[in-house]
């Protein structure tokens, strides 16, 4: 009895170890893409001391696995202003030399070299100079003063202002640590449906705690606001941007916001939009509106980023309308003044060609807005690899000085002269341990900061790195996940909305499909058959010369091949056409047996993600592993629900069978 009764004992105590140290090494997804705790205790000397520069220090001295590291701050390299770029020259048997201009140089220089070790290609000699493309980086955060996030689906905000300023959780270093290492320099903390709160002294007190953990990380801080703040925060009668008052107002909260923070951002400003406040409910434009704030911005160094998500109910076709409000009002904003507008003319949809803005304005800096956080992409249950709609976007051609004038060449400052350039993505990030909900969506949050200081990677090189470091460099289980990260957002395309449909969104949510989605006495615009047009002819967009004339915001050549069924990409048919349901595809089929065979690709390819993941289960831990097995699972549920939503409400219309080769609904439309 005595024995057994020892025995148990040891077996309990033999149960804890096991226990905690599988605990430890659990993945639980929140070490992101960084290495793990290590110490190697290399040899790494700097010739400055400086918050930033240690950090840089302290990471290669745990980090890094080879011979000597000295970093080198020289300010007279010839490099571009703020340029924040790096060079690494050594190898790893005989030491290397990380040299740049700025603290923040050096840190990156010493991310992308711990990067190079964790994807194993530190071999040989290392000879590497990098420069951002663009000066500011900046994730949005759509986060609300209740801990609420707009469109997140990775739990609460990673703010805890309740808390603030005393407690600083050790997330916000995580964070700022994350965001270090894939270059990206500014974070707006707040929804840009402003609540005018943000900027009372009391929030900002707590932003500032948010800021001094940031800035050794080389990251700024911005706030959105809310343009009505003179009334409703400061008891202004007015806050019409040619007030005398008003303007002294916000002088005097930039003045009080940069005694708290010396090094703050900017503001991102949404203004006449979706009922936000804005410079016209004074008759004043929106150049008068941003020119305001950057008065006030301007002797601190801050910049206003002036959202052109702008689309009335009363107006015209609203793919065009950012455009027609902006282009008049080119050369008119001050020069630290930059629009910030989304990749596409709509709303982030699965696919859209790229907004006709880029390129049209020549004296107007304009910044790409992306959406990280997948509100119309399955949100944190699906999976779509964002990388592919990045860059089909920034390697697009406006053809605004010719061939080759690509957007990211546009927004970068390689085409038009600007002060300044930036990009923005709105977050995927809340308090789920694993940072985004699911574990795959981490990619689009690294995949966004690798695209904002390089935009010629391609999606494959990214995604490459980044499962050689979030699981493991075995090929058994890169290149076949790699593969399927490619083929994730057409795939989607294909069971939401393939040939240039947008918008069958089920209202408000936007997860399922409800393409026939009617609701009494709502905006036309924010109704899926504004979009599909769907009748007994055929379906689609009009924006043809016969139609709205969209495709007249496009450069020649581009109008005139997305003006002419005949040359306009399939991809974008539907979005610029409204096309007969028996329109003959490149495919030999017609447009309606198209239609069926894309949507039926879409469900297909998700089952095959399913066999994929399936197979690399030897390779990862079980808790990621399972996690991502489910949500594939639900995936497929889901794309099959889309296909037979989209496919039995639209056969409504076009009166004509499911090719019969095609598998049956299994879905009714009730
Ligand atoms: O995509 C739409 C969203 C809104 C969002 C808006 C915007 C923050 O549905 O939730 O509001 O765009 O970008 O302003």
Redesign the pocket.
Known sequence: METLFKDRKLLLSTFLILFFAAGAFAEDGSRLWLPSEKNYDAEVTANVQNPTVDIAVRELRSQWNGAPVRLILERARRRRKADDGFGIIGNRTRGVTIEANTPQGLLYGAYHLLRLQQTGEDDGHIYISESPAYDYRILNH?DNLDGSI??GYAGKSLWQWDELPDVVSPRYEEYARANASIGINGAALN???ANPIFITTEYLKKAAAIADVFRPYGIKTFLSVNFSSPVLIGGLETSDPLNADVQKWWKDKADEIYRLIPDFGGFLV?AN??GQPGPQDFGRTHADGANMLAEALKPHGGIVMW?A?VYAASGDDRAKQAYDEFTPLDGQFLDNVIIQV?NGPI??QPREPFSPLFGAMKYTPLMIEF?ITR?YLGQSRQFAYLAPLYSECLQADTYCEGEGSTVAKVTAGHIYRQPFTAIAGVANTGSDANWTGHPLGQADWYCFGRLAWNPDLTPEQIADEWLKQTFTTDSAFVEPVKRMMLASREAMVNYMMPLGLHHLFAWNE?YGPEPWCYVPGARADWLPSYYHKADTVGIGFNRSETGSRAVFQYYSPLRETFNDIETCPEEYLLWFHHAPWDYRMHSGRTLWSELCYRYQAGVYACREFQKVWDKIEPYIDHERFSDVQSRLRQQTADATWWKDACVLYFQKFSRRPIPYELERPIHNIE
């Open positions: 759509w707009e469109r929804n840009v449906n949404k939009s979706e959202r998500f989304k709303d982030f959406q509100e936007h």
